[in-house]
């Protein structure tokens, strides 16, 4: 008896690593964070329809494996991601993701795609986001202290998406900014390398903080904060890991994206339980208002939300037939008859 | 510049619905289940070495997703299935099922698989196993109400692992059990398809009840079952799904797998939050008896449990090499400079 071929049904989707760059590279890193930032803001303005849950984190000595699951009803996706800080030392990746968009009515998947690189994007095309609605009117200037994996990814996108013409790198390596400045060379954009974390804020009125260590780290102190800046901070993102000083959190006006949360990783794990935030998607929806004195410093304590992942594989699932990146994974038994599965196994052999 | 091909840790080792019926057919349905069993019993031997918790349910109208995570501490995995029992009537799987293995200390995947497969084998040597444990001693008649896609892995799983000799069939469809009937021919079974779940049940020593209706079914009421009987429920598995009236419950010793999951979504939920029940693990360790009396009657409760789907995953990852059945997927992206992504990603251009 001839092998039937798989039907249709069988296969899903995958976006290998190759393929993702290829779509970056088709699309152009900083336009394909400018799409991004679209449909994530979009997703932040229907947050009401989402089924929201903290992720699931299985935490170990040398680091963090989580699931990040959301649904809007129509469809379901999830992300799994890594966080070993000791990784970079050993040659391996902090940061490792892949994903998963499946139909809600039939459960079956409709996309497997790599994510450490769609990560990078997401991330940075949602900070930029967030700052369009909270950055002081006019910044052309932004501090990055951490010029690891993240460092460029926000870089081009709050040049494309803010308008910021000039960064200044700082990172405890050297290398890291050597490296990052010369990614940059010819991005469109100002590159200074600092000294010193102070050298990089001066005169920012955006400071991005992507640092990778898991400790309850102090990257910026409160004498380095003048009044009117904009904070995103990006590296305090698991419980033990923070990267600012208390202080400054208290004079700041905090936005979050899931607050159950971010009170477990973010910035505010220092703060009481209720100390107020403000979510991001009521500032989006005009519900809450973002900035709104010069002087304000406004804080984007970012760690990361299922919301975003979903929309950036909703919209990656929209560019594999622009794009073509893609292959087809055999994934889903599928026998002809849905309760024949044995007869399928026996019939293959 | 010339493309660097990817390393070695940018490719996750991925066995396609192709690859699984390979391997299964390589090794042997009833072999490959009687191997599971044995590698499900020495990780249930050290169930306290895991991290437990209940799977994260995503309910909807027409079913369930559902991601199921566990780890021992140097390997995690977890299994994404969905159940949507209105799927057969549209020409899909009710359940459908893959997963992953992962490094502990770096986060890594290891391994990507198919599970609607292995779920079907790992879920019939579970049951088995746990029969080895608690059905009367003798045991030669085995019951199977419900001949969907589980039926026949159930069966040979039982002939292989208890001595089963003769299964008795029922199904509400009559197709469904011709269908059984046929897969089991030559399998070394008496098979006797019935006309009712009465008749199905005259004469047997283990009753086995694998429906898929998503509702409070009454799949056997309390006068069809005798003393002495071990009860193999395997459909009630969701909230609002059961199989058994509850005076059957009342009348039997309980045996489950993880009581916080199993109390939201077997049969136990028609009972008090406090009604005794025994986990397997203590039986097959010898903290507490299993079957102590003849007359006894003993009910697995099962609704599949994490770790179970954890030793499937960990016994194929053993069978890479042994069958050479899987593909590499580029899967993981890995810079040569873990903090250069951006810059692999420009590179690929």
């Not at 039907?7 to 088709?26: D, H, R």
């Not at 050597?178 to 060379?185: F, R, T, Y």
């Not at 309850?216 to 419980?239: E, K, Q, R």
Request: charged content about 20%; aromatic content about 6%; proline content about 5%.
């Amino acid at each position: 008896m001839s092998k039937p071929a798989p039907s249709q049904l069988a296969f899903v989707p995958f976006v290998s690593v190759e393929n993702m760059m290829k779509i970056v590279n088709t699309i152009g890193p900083a336009q394909m964070m400018a799409e991004l930032a679209e449909v994530i803001e979009a997703d932040f303005r229907r947050w009401e329809s989402f089924d929201k849950t903290p992720r699931v984190a299985s935490h170990s000595q040398e680091g963090v494996i989580e699931l990040m699951p959301t649904s809007d009803g129509d469809t379901y996706g999830f992300k799994y991601v890594n966080g070993h800080p000791a990784n970079m030392a050993r040659g391996f990746q902090t940061v490792t993701a892949f994903g998963v968009l499946a139909r809600v009515d039939t459960g079956y998947p409709i996309l497997l795609s790599e994510m450490t690189i769609l990560t990078a994007l997401r991330t940075a095309a949602t900070s930029a986001m967030a700052a369009k609605h909270l950055a002081p009117k006019g910044a052309t200037t932004m501090a990055m202290i951490g010029n690891g994996a993240q460092c460029e990814f926000q870089a081009l996108a709050f040049k494309e998406i803010c308008r910021i013409e000039t960064v200044r790198l700082y990172d405890v390596d050297p290398d890291a900014t050597q490296k990052a400045a010369s990614n940059l060379e010819g991005a469109g954009l100002t590159v200074i390398s600092c000294n010193s974390s102070e050298e990089a804020v001066t005169g920012a009125q955006i400071i991005t903080t992507c640092t990778a260590d898991k400790q309850y780290a102090t990257i910026l102190t409160d004498n380095m904060i003048g009044s009117g800046v904009h904070i995103n901070a990006i590296g305090g993102d698991c419980p033990g890991k923070t990267e600012l000083h208390k202080d400054i959190l208290l004079r700041s006006d905090i936005f979050v994206e899931y607050p159950p949360q971010t009170r477990i990783e973010g910035e505010i794990q220092q703060l009481e339980e209720d100390h107020a935030v403000t979510e991001l998607w009521q500032v989006i929806t005009g519900q809450t208002p973002g900035r709104t004195r010069s002087d304000q410093i406004t804080l984007f304590d970012s760690v990361g939300f299922a919301i975003e992942d979903f929309s950036a594989l909703n919209y990656l699932h929209g560019q594999l037939d622009r794009t073509g990146h893609y292959v087809q994974l055999d994934m889903l038994a599928d026998p002809d008859d849905p309760r024949d599965l044995f007869g399928m196994v026996r019939r293959a052999s």
